[in-house]
């Protein structure tokens, strides 16, 4: 039993060690978006009005700390336009909000979650998801 022990408190410090070299940073979602043949300034301009609105709400709620867009400024075939970088608080914070926030979230934008839903169908004319992500971000200390 002293044996054991005595190997768990040794290898706690190398456990530490390897922490040591980098500090873990906020929670990012990454969205990657081909748009619609000539619909890219369209999709922009949705973006503008209700995305953009949803995440002011969502950083003044304490949920999102910043986000950006990329535009794939030398585009091959298969990959997206652009991508969208949302930075949360917390991986909690990207995914696990309760459903009655996202209600009066909508309520707020559209004037009901069916009228929300309306707008994301509309959406689709204008874009197509390829694939979303959740990352972490991590710096050398």
Avoid: C
Avoid at 68 to 87: H, Q, S, Y
Avoid at 111 to 130: F, H, P, Q, W, Y
Wanted: glycine share 6%; hydrophobic share 40%.
């Amino acid at each position: 039993m002293k044996n054991v022990l005595l190997a768990v408190l040794l290898l706690l410090p190398l456990g530490a060690m390897a922490q040591e070299d980098y500090s873990w940073g906020s929670y990012w979602s990454v969205t990657s978006v081909d748009t619609m043949d000539g619909r890219f300034d369209d999709y922009i301009a949705d973006l503008k009005k209700n995305w953009r609105r949803s995440l002011e709400m969502q950083k003044k709620d304490g949920h999102v700390l910043s986000y950006r867009m990329f535009a794939n400024a030398d585009k091959r075939m298969g990959e997206p336009d652009l991508w969208l970088f949302v930075e949360h608080k917390s991986a909690g914070s990207a995914y696990d909000l309760p459903y009655d926030y996202w209600e009066k979230m909508a309520d707020k934008l559209w004037g009901s979650t069916e009228k929300g839903d309306k707008a994301n169908v509309k959406r689709g004319e204008l874009r197509t998801i390829m694939s979303s992500t959740l990352l972490r971000e991590f710096d050398f200390k």
